[in-house]
């Protein structure tokens, strides 16, 4: 559980450090990432894709971030009923 939380904590760093500068870095000049009507330049990235991919990393955080804690919940000693009471209440807490 402790690598996996510092993982994941290192993986999500990562991908938005990497991901600010996609998004500030996206066009030449930078004048056409907030001017629409600038002529001229490029944007090789595409932001629908950013936005995409963000989306999928966000998923798959969330369900890690709520998986972990359910592995070390069932491995307590305590009855099903009550580690179930556990489980639901990190399971709401998703919401």
């Known amino acids: 559980m402790f690598w996996a939380v510092r993982i994941l904590v290192a993986a999500n760093v990562v991908y938005y450090i990497t991901a600010a500068f996609l998004e500030t870095f996206r066009c030449t000049p930078q004048k056409k990432v907030w001017d629409v009507f600038y002529k001229g330049g490029y944007c090789p990235v595409n932001v629908v894709v ?3 991919v963000a989306s999928i990393i966000n998923l798959i955080s969330d369900v890690a971030i709520l998986a972990l804690p359910q592995w070390v919940i069932w491995r307590l ?4 009923a009550i580690r179930a009471g556990v489980s639901v209440l990190f399971l709401i807490g998703i919401l």
């Open 50 to 52: 950013l936005n995409l």
């Open 77 to 80: 000693n305590m009855t099903r």
